[in-house]
Nanobody, 112 residues
Framework: QVQLVESGGGLVQPGESLRLSCAAS????????MYWHRQAPGKERELVAT???????NYAVSVKGRFTISRDNAKSTVYLQMNNLKPEDTAVYYC??????WGQGTQVTVSS
C-alpha cells in the first residue's frame, strides 16, 4: 500500500514563499516520476511540476521561474519550493507518484 503525505501548506501574503513536502511510504519514490498538481475551487486539477527518475524537471507556464520541484530519494520525499506566490496560486496541492497514487492534498492560500 503506497501512502503519500503532503505538508507545508498554509496562508501567506502575495510575494511570500512556501515549501511543500510529500513523503512516500517505502523506498519506491526513487523508482518513479513524481508530480505536483493543484486544484483551485471550481477548476479542474492541473499539473504544476514534474520530476523524472533521472531528475529532469518540467513546469507549467504559470509557475515557471517561481516554483522548483526537487526530490530526496534517501528520504523518500519530493518537494515543491514556491516563491513569489500570487493569489492565483491558491489551491489544494497534491503530489502524485508514478501517475497512479495521490496524497490527500495540502491547502495553499495566497491572500493579502
Amino acid at each position: 500500500q503506497v501512502q503519500l503525505v503532503e505538508s507545508g501548506g498554509g496562508l501567506v501574503q502575495p510575494g511570500e514563499s512556501l515549501r511543500l513536502s510529500c513523503a512516500a511510504s517505502g523506498r519506491i519514490l526513487s523508482l518513479n516520476n513524481m508530480y505536483w498538481h493543484r486544484q483551485a475551487p471550481g477548476k479542474e486539477r492541473e499539473l504544476v511540476a514534474t520530476i523524472t527518475r533521472a531528475g529532469d524537471t518540467n513546469y507549467a507556464v504559470s509557475v515557471k521561474g517561481r516554483f522548483t520541484i526537487s526530490r530526496d530519494n534517501a528520504k523518500s520525499t519530493v518537494y515543491l519550493q514556491m516563491n513569489n506566490l500570487k493569489p492565483e496560486d491558491t489551491a489544494v496541492y497534491y503530489c502524485n507518484l508514478g501517475g497512479l497514487f495521490w496524497g490527500q492534498g495540502t491547502q495553499v492560500t495566497v491572500s493579502s
